[in-house]
T-cell receptor
């Protein structure tokens, strides 16, 4: 599976935008880019995913580089509730071995008031 | 609330024992995944079922087994428990199994083996 690289930690002020980067230089043309987050003492939570085009939903935006070798998760106004570990995960659109999520270490986001 | 339910929330048992964890997927989801999260290993994929059939296996020990029933709920059976099996166990579900589908996670079962 193609790997992703994320910073270990990031810090943001409350009510400011947050840009969480992810590098995936070995991504294949059929890999979807997924983002999940895990708040303290909770299960992972789906955030957003995309293939080639930028995506927006009520939680966040996903900006995908033109060459697809990197992507950025954008939280438009961070709140204290956004403090979590954010995982960038590649998932193949076709696989004979299933489509489990391969969680790495993610980025631990700290939001300060 | 993701719509995925897991029972029990907490489980304390002794070494050598056997336990069963239960998961009910979101309505309409056919695929169920089991993950283990321990302090030193992070989130690890165990096994996946799709519409009653095993679809993929990850780092699942031979002492562990799972199944998905006709009503699509799933059970994870852990036997001959060891101290190192203490962890959070999460179930997730998705509509399909391809990469285009997102997974929704339950709140987890915290297993403590003493």
């Amino acid at each position: 599976d193609a790997k992703t690289t994320q910073p270990n930690s990031m810090e943001s002020n409350e009510e400011e935008p947050v840009h969480l980067p992810c590098n995936h230089s070995t991504i294949s043309g059929t890999d979807y880019i997924h983002w999940y987050r895990q708040l303290p003492s909770q299960g992972p939570e789906y955030v957003i995913h995309g293939l080639t085009s930028n995506v927006n939903n009520r939680m966040a935006s996903l900006a995908i580089a033109e060459d697809r070798k990197s992507s950025t998760l954008i939280l438009h106004r961070a709140t204290l509730r956004d403090a979590a570990v954010y995982y960038c995960i590649l998932r193949p659109s076709n696989s004979n071995s299933g489509y489990a999520l391969n969680f790495g270490k993610g980025t631990s986001l700290l939001v300060t008031p | 609330d993701s719509g995925v339910t897991q029972t029990p929330k907490h489980l304390i048992t002794a070494t050598g024992q056997r336990v069963t964890l239960r998961c009910s997927p979101r309505s309409g989801d056919l695929s169920v995944y089991w993950y283990q999260q321990s302090l030193d290993q992070g989130l690890q994929f165990l096994i996946q079922y799709y519409n009653g059939e095993e679809r993929a296996k990850g780092n699942i020990l031979e002492r562990f087994s799972a199944q998905q029933f006709p009503d699509l709920h799933s059970e994870l059976n852990l036997s001959s428990l060891e101290l190192g099996d203490s962890a959070l166990y999460f179930c997730a579900s998705s509509v399909g199994w391809e990469g285009a589908y997102e997974q929704y996670f339950g709140p987890g079962t915290r297993l403590t083996v003493t």
